[in-house]
């Protein structure tokens, strides 16, 4: 059976620290106001009785991904491991995609941007010209998933090739690995707690799990 | 993209706030910092598991900042002001040490104190004591000169935890105060934001612990970060947990009864069974001053340390003769009187503040009150043991944290005391799954708190105080904010004890004076050194605040970028920041929050980067300033005494020490520390030098989570904590009234009031409703209370210029913006992203409306600390700030010093721009 990768996100632990996004940015280089990841803030009921819950999202890679599905070059595609990629080099920046993901996932960036009108020395040094007028996205680091390949380690197991955004969570509400192998990391705790994924409804069968409840644990 | 030709990756820490250290590497892509990533090599040791929190994403962009200061600039303009340009101007290093010298080496020759009797130099740093995890060897060198005025602080006593401070080592040796979370199922939050501001260690333990299914319940007015991270939340009015608490008090011991608490610790490890005689103070022994027991075995009234006796924990009890001694060492005997035990005391004191008498103060429902309090009772399991490393131990897996402006300013005494009541009647003080002190700061030694427990007066721990008595008060003060005239709790412990007194009285005070002073005129420092401290922006009445900076005489500021302070500097000096410069700190155990670690050791910062433009490592500077002003033998004495390492450089079996006749380089330095804290650390095992630590980042040892509690080791000794009776505070407040009215002084008179045995209700809200009626104000004006949180994003980092922190932030409702209820809002006109100004009766800032249902109607948040208007990037955004219009006033500073962000304030949109 192929792997298909996913994450599993235990909302019982988030905090909204949005610890993982800035190393989301940090780890991929995003211009300033493109987030491949952030943590939604929201809050629900009537004063006194009102929650609020943090709930990290970004592309789910799903399974039957609508932004594929409607890109008219080919350029959104799907791997057998189940990532979702674009490449860059015939993305027409049309936007297709952008509009079709449920989940507000991509972004397009037509002009270059730095955090302070002019690029700084660490700015110029990961600029990718590539990336200008693509459409770009959570890429679950799959550059940290091929090297996986070549090492022999286990993604979501070992921190190399494990995507930044899971590495760097500080309250340990995020996983990562197989979902297909029963005996994974990440299969077991989605065997041992309740979950949902978002926006199931729509057929997309995204790949990243939020965790709610203990279940039988 | 070229990929890059050499890429190498470097160990550090983050400490950019009190939760530190936490650690991380930095990649460096061809002599480029570009990313921060967890260090998984520490991630045994770690409680965060080598990961650090969003702010150290931030340290690549703080490194290469094109707004920063690269090199020293002196100003041009001698006028100083928010409207006038400082001219700062590009010099060398030499023209600044010049400059600097020369001032400093007048002084000397002067002498180190003025004709007031204060410091002609002052230094000021800023959030908690973290700069010192950045400024190298500067401490040495400020030891090596002498006396210094820390007084002037930027947050201290206003910002910080300060009554927990106080209080917390006085009664547990506790500077902070955590759960402790690994072992604990019922946590009590009282505006404790502890997943905001305690750092990845504390989020990964809350985080682990709500998992595992522990509850917590959050008390505040408004929905935090932690109260959505919490079982329940409890929108309790401003400034009214006193009463909260108390009430929790009164249904543990007038509903549950005795029977239900912790009796053996009530009775053997706090002064319940002391008996309290009709003038309020404990009875004594005639013949030996001991405070007396009811002893049950024999019926008759006993020594406290009587062997064999069995002390009545409750109860009235008649005493043939006693004595008992009041403030000034007062004598009065007694015949046939009656004692009441201490907690007989509080039983009878706290009788009144029912659950529903507390549900008209905090507008919390009685039936809330009652339920919680029994559910801690419940869950506090008082019987159940634990084994830790051999040893049983009570466990006792319930505590009550409060948070800032709970335990800071007019009632957080109260709040103190009553959260540790709550800990000592189900024995959970200093036991395993209780209320935990992480570290001492105001006792000695600072390393180990447990060495600080030593047996003092009537059988409690001893107390450093500031003396009152008629021939030992210190009557003229020796520092600008007269820590040690004014607060005798804070003690006289350096540099720690300085910067917790009153600080905004040193403010106040270089302005203006009471009408009755009769201390000699406070007077400006002569130089003022500052660091990692931005005052303008982070204290109170911040506009007022810089015009008085103005006023200083000379200033040297170690500066990052330009901000609101130094501003109004003569120097600006760069150093080497986070990624550039070399440290070697302590690591587990440290201090604050829940950094209590299975490991102890050293970490270290280390040089990835070069320093951008001519900014240098601030151990070369502080060399530099040592050698300049004559000092660089007695600097260097002090480095080998250990002052800025984690180690004395010479001692049993070791000597790395250096030589004073000689100018040491910054990386022969730190050799010598890393050498000799690996020599301690390992008792002689292990010596590493910084080579091997640029290798290997750190070096940790085990240690025993034995060490977490502070109960065993008073037990040894058989002490008692100073609990649930004040007779020692009550007794050094009424001397201090008495010293200061003798010198006809009564401007301290109202927090005098605070030196109580056992606390009463004040209405402690109504404090700052009076002061604005005091004030000239007319409350039915300004109808809300404005507060203020904290962030994770930009808490004490000073890192507000940090473009990432901005937009990583704004993620967050209300994080930017003026946070309202979104029905009171409605009832005002004001819609989400609405342009509102606040206005108290100082002044008026501005900010977006955030509305939200997660907050009471009657209370307004602003995150804490903004209105910028010098610093680059963030203030080219508007952000509300309440420090500029609360109000710096002796009426609304407590017993301690201390003062709570909370002004009241009217709120309104604005349809078109108006200047601030």
């Known amino acids: ?217 | 993209m070229n990929a890059p030709r050499d890429v190498q990756r470097f160990s550090s820490f983050c400490y950019n706030c009190v939760s530190g250290p936490d650690f991380l590497k930095i990649k460096v892509e061809d002599g480029v910092a570009t990313e921060i990533e967890p260090n998984f090599d520490a991630e045994r040791v770690h409680p965060a598991r080598g990961r650090p929190c969003v702010k150290a994403y931030g340290l690549v962009q703080k490194t290469y900042n094109p707004n920063r200061i690269l090199t020293p600039m002196k100003r041009t303009n001698p006028k100083k002001g928010r409207n006038e340009d400082p001219g700062f101007t590009p010099i060398s290093w030499d023209e600044a040490f010049d400059i600097i010298a020369a001032r400093l080496n007048a002084i000397r020759a002067k002498g180190l104190v003025d004709d007031a009797g204060l410091p002609r130099l002052a230094v000021s740093f800023g959030h908690g004591g973290t700069p010192a995890n950045y400024m190298g060897t500067f401490p040495a060198f400020l030891a090596a000169w002498g006396a210094v005025d820390y007084s002037f602080g930027s947050g201290q006593g206003v910002k910080c935890t300060h009554s927990e401070h106080l209080y917390g080592e006085f009664w547990h040796r506790a500077f902070t105060v955590s759960a402790d979370t690994p072992n604990c199922r019922y946590v009590i939050s009282c505006g404790a934001n502890v997943e905001v501001t305690g750092g990845p260690t504390a989020v990964i333990r809350h985080s682990d612990a709500r998992v595992r299914g522990y509850k917590r319940v959050h008390v505040e007015p408004h929905l935090t970060i932690t109260g959505a991270c919490s079982a329940e939340w409890v929108p309790i009015r401003p400034k009214t947990d006193p009463a909260f608490l108390f009430a929790l008090i009164n249904v543990l011991v007038c509903e549950h009864g005795l029977d239900r608490l912790d009796v053996p610790f009530l009775r053997d490890r706090t002064a319940s069974p002391y008996l309290v005689g009709p003038d309020g103070l404990y009875l004594r022994d005639p013949d030996s001053g001991k405070p007396l027991m009811w002893d049950v075995a024999t019926s008759r009234a006993v020594a406290y340390d009587a062997q064999g006796a069995v002390p009545a924990v409750e109860g009235r009890h008649r005493v043939a003769r006693a004595l008992t001694v009041g403030a000034d060492a007062a004598r009065a005997e007694h015949n046939d009187v009656e004692g009441v035990t201490a907690y007989q005391a509080l039983v009878d004191h706290i009788a009144r503040y029912t659950p529903e008498w507390a549900e008209t103060i905090c507008d919390v429902p009685a039936a809330t009150i009652r339920r919680i309090a029994g559910e801690y009772l419940e869950a506090a399991s008082i019987g159940e043991t634990i084994e830790i490393d051999g040893e049983i131990l009570p466990l006792r897996p319930v505590a009550v944290t409060l948070g800032k402006s709970v335990n800071n300013g007019w009632g957080a005494y109260e709040c103190c005391w009553a959260r540790t009541v709550l800990a000592s009647l189900v024995g959970a003080l200093e036991n395993p799954g209780g209320t935990l002190g992480t570290t001492v700061r105001i006792n000695r030694p600072q390393d180990n708190r447990h060495l600080s427990v030593k047996p003092g007066e009537d059988g409690f721990m001893v107390q450093h105080f500031n003396p009152t008595g008629q021939n030992s008060w210190e009557s003229e003060p020796t520092t600008r904010n007269i820590h040690r005239t004014l607060v005798p709790i804070v003690g006289r412990n350096g540099g720690w004890s300085q910067a917790l007194g009153p600080t905004q009285l040193a403010w106040l005070f270089t302005e203006g004076v009471p009408d009755d002073w009769s201390f000699p005129k406070p007077t400006y420092p002569e130089f003022w050194f500052v660091y990692r401290s931005n005052p303008a922006i982070s204290f109170w009445q911040t506009r007022l605040l810089a015009e008085s900076i103005a006023k200083f005489p000379f200033m040297a500021a170690f500066a990052y970028t330009v901000d609101e302070t130094n501003y109004m500097a003569d120097l600006l000096l760069p150093e080497a920041t986070d990624l550039e410069s070399t440290q070697l700190i302590r690591m587990g155990q440290t201090k604050y929050m829940e950094h209590f670690w299975d490991y102890i050791g050293v970490v270290l910062r280390q040089k990835a980067v070069e320093p951008q433009g001519d900014a240098r490592d601030f151990t070369w500077i502080a060399t530099q300033i040592a050698k300049r002003t004559d000092l660089l033998p007695q600097y260097v004495q002090q480095l080998n005494r250990g002052i800025s390492g984690v180690s004395p450089l010479k001692g049993e079996g070791y000597d790395f020490s250096l030589d004073p006749a000689t100018e040491p380089e910054p990386e022969h330095i730190w050799d010598a520390v890393c050498r000799a804290a690996t020599t301690t650390l390992s008792e002689g095992k292990e010596c590493h030098g910084l080579d091997w630590f640029k290798e290997h980042g750190f070096y940790a040892t085990p240690a025993s989570r034995l060490e977490w509690y502070l109960t065993p080791t008073l037990a040894r000794q058989g002490l008692r904590y100073e609990l649930p009776y004040q007779e020692r505070l009550m007794r050094v407040g009424q001397e201090l009234g008495n010293r200061l009215h003798e010198k006809g002084m009564h401007w301290w008179d109202d927090q005098l009031t605070e030196y109580v045995a056992l606390p009463d209700w004040h209405d402690v809200p109504g404090r700052w409703e009076r002061a604005l009626v005091n004030a000239g104000g007319r409350p039915e004006d300004f109808p809300f209370w404005l507060l203020t949180t904290k962030s994770m994003q930009y808490h004490s980092g000073g890192n507000a210029g940090i473009a990432l922190m901005n937009e990583v932030s704004e993620n967050l409702h209300g994080h930017t913006g003026v946070m309202l209820n979104a029905d009171a809002a409605a009832k005002l006109g004001i819609r989400e992203g609405d342009r509102v100004e606040v206005r108290s009766h100082i002044g008026a800032t501005f900010g977006k409306a955030a509305l939200m249902k997660g907050i009471r109607p009657d209370t307004i948040v602003i995150l804490g600390q903004f209105d910028h208007w010098a610093t680059p990037y963030i203030k080219d955004t508007e952000r509300a700030s309440l420090n500029t219009i609360a109000p710096m006033s002796i009426e609304l500073t407590d017993a301690t010093g201390s003062g709570a962000d909370i002004v009241r304030v009217a709120v309104r949109r604005m349809d078109k721009a108006v200047a601030a």
Not at chain 1, 11 to 27: D, E, H, N, Y
Not at chain 1, 112 to 126: D, L, N, V
Not at chain 1, 164 to 171: D, F, K, L, P
């Open chain 1, 1 to 217: 059976m192929n792997k298909r990768y996913a994450m599993a996100i235990d909302l019982r632990r988030c905090v909204g620290c949005q610890t993982c996004t800035a190393a989301c940015k940090s780890a991929n280089a995003t211009p300033p106001g493109v987030q491949w990841r952030r943590v939604l803030d929201l809050e629900t009921g009537e004063f006194p009785d009102v929650r609020r819950t943090f709930m990290p999202v970004a592309c789910m890679h799903c399974a039957n991904p609508p932004c594929m599905h409607v890109c008219p070059t080919t350029a959104t595609k799907q791997r057998e491991d189940g990532l979702v990629t674009i490449d860059y080099d015939i993305c027409i920046g049309c936007a297709n995609c952008v509009m079709a993901c449920p989940y507000d996932a991509r972004s397009i960036e037509h002009l270059p941007h730095y955090a302070y009108g002019e690029p700084m020395k660490s700015e110029t040094a990961r600029f990718d010209a590539g990336r200008l007028g693509v459409a770009t996205k959570c890429t679950f680091c799959k550059e940290r998933i091929d090297q996986a390949a070549i090492t022999g380690q286990i993604p979501g197991v070992d921190p190399e090739v494990t995507p930044a955004c899971v590495n760097s969570c500080i309250s340990g509400a995020m996983h990562f690995g197989d979902v297909n192998d029963a005996n994974s990391n990440i299969s077991r705790l989605l065997a041992d707690t309740e979950s949902f994924r978002m926006h199931e409804e729509l057929g997309t069968d995204p790949s990243v799990y939020y965790i709610w409840d203990g279940g039988d644990q």
